[in-house]
Each structure stands twice: as C-alpha cells, then as structure tokens.
T-cell receptor, first 113, second 110 residues
Framework: KAGVTQTPRYLIKTRGQQVTLSCSPI?????VSWYQQTPGQGLQFLFEYFSETQRNKGNFPGRFSGRQFSNSRSEMNVSTLELGDSALYLC????????????FGPGTRLTVT | AQRVTQPEKLLSVFKGAPVELKCNYSYSGSPELFWYVQYSRQRLQLLLRHISRESIKGFTADLNKGETSFHLKKPFAQEEDSAMYYC????????????FGAGTTVTVRA
C-alpha cells in the first residue's frame, strides 16, 4: 500500500500571501488529520476530517482552514501568512475505528519570509 | 482538557544501558495512550499502543492510571534507538484529536 503523500514538500512564501497544502491518505483511510510541527511548540493539532466533515479543530486562528474531498484527499489553506506560520505541516490518515493509530506523511516545509 | 507532559527534552544513554522515557497525562476519563517515534530523515510512526500491551523493538510501556503515567522502557538500548519519541493521548469520547507531548530526543552512544 502506498503511504500518505503530501505536496508540495517545500514551499517559500511571503508574508501576506496564502498557501494551499495537499494530502493524499492511504487507500481506504477516510480520516485525515493535520498538525503543525515547530521546534518551540512541538506537534500541534490543527483539524481532523472524516467523510468530508470536520470533526474537530485545534486552537488556531481562522486563517487556517481545511477541507476534504469525496476521495478522502484533503487540503489545508493558510491565508494572510505570518512569519510565525513557518513550520513543518504534517498530515496523517487513519482507518475507520482506529482514529488514533495514525500514519504520517513526510510533511510540507513552509517558510514565510 | 487533556494534556501530555514529557519532562525530558534530551536523553543520552550508553549502548546496552537501560532507557526510560517519562510521560504523564492529564485526562479525567479513560485514555488511549501511544508512543510515536521519528528516526532521522524518516516519518513519524506509531511505535506502541497501550491497549495491545505489546513489546516492539524491545520497548514496553505500562499505563499506570493511579500515577497517570505511560513511561516507555527498554532494558538494553541500541544505537538504532536514537530518535525523537513522542507520547500521545487519544480520548475515547472520540473527539478525534490526538494530543502529543513535546517529545524526547534520545541519543544512544557507543
């Protein structure tokens, strides 16, 4: 089975711009979670989607949003980028019934200048 | 609110020595606890889940509800155990949110 894939792997943006990151889960997995990883804050939960519905959201400003498509692929969007948004964004998928046994993608490294 | 604490940021041990990574959690209900590991240049991956009470790569972890702890142990550390280890908490209320500790970087010296 192919693993979780994330595109792009690296991204450099300027303050004020917006960005869209993409995640393709493992085939058969319908839950997709997003995390922000930084050296200072560690892994912070952004949101989780299942069957195109957001089931939970972390404590991030409204500039962070996401969605999930009918094929379970997910995107997250960050608008009006700030320097502090520079981070590794991880996506993880899990199978129905095992929401906490997550398979992670390689991440997208976002740098905001 | 649920919270996971890993008090050690860095842990350095000699090869063949025992290693223990501490994890404490706060949650009023019955938690589901996990250890995830990230080796250099690899993805974050699940190492252990408390429910299965298994030993993976020589590692074990016991859930102690009285002390609200889920420490990870290995009696004889190997150089390939050098990695970043995260303790994570999921809640059976199914809010679908996995809460991670800050992580512990383990270095095993020859």
């Amino acid at each position: 089975k192919a693993g979780v894939t994330q595109t792009p792997r690296y991204l450099i943006k300027t303050r004020g711009q917006q960005v869209t990151l993409s995640c393709s889960p493992i085939s058969g997995h319908r839950s997709v979670s997003w995390y922000q990883q930084t050296p200072g804050q560690g892994l912070q939960f952004l949101f989780e989607y299942f069957s195109e519905t957001q089931r939970n959201k972390g404590n991030f400003p409204g500039r962070f949003s996401g969605r999930q498509f009918s094929n379970s692929r997910s995107e997250m969007n960050v608008s009006t980028l700030e320097l502090g948004d520079s981070a590794l964004y991880l996506c993880a998928s899990s199978s129905p019934g095992l929401p906490y046994e997550q398979y992670f993608g390689p991440g997208t490294r976002l740098t905001v200048t | 609110a649920q919270r996971v604490t890993q008090p050690e940021k860095l842990l350095s041990v000699f090869k063949g020595a025992p290693v223990e990574l501490k994890c404490n959690y706060s949650y009023s209900g019955s938690p589901e606890l996990f250890w995830y590991v990230q080796y250099s240049r690899q993805r974050l991956q699940l190492l252990l889940r408390h429910i299965s009470r298994e030993s993976i790569k020589g590692f074990t972890a016991d859930l102690n509800k009285g002390e609200t702890s889920f420490h990870l142990k290995k009696p004889f550390a190997q150089e390939e155990d050098s990695a970043m280890y995260y303790c994570a908490l999921g809640t059976p209320s199914n809010d679908y949110k996995l809460s991670f500790g800050a992580g512990t970087t383990v270095t095993v010296r020859a």
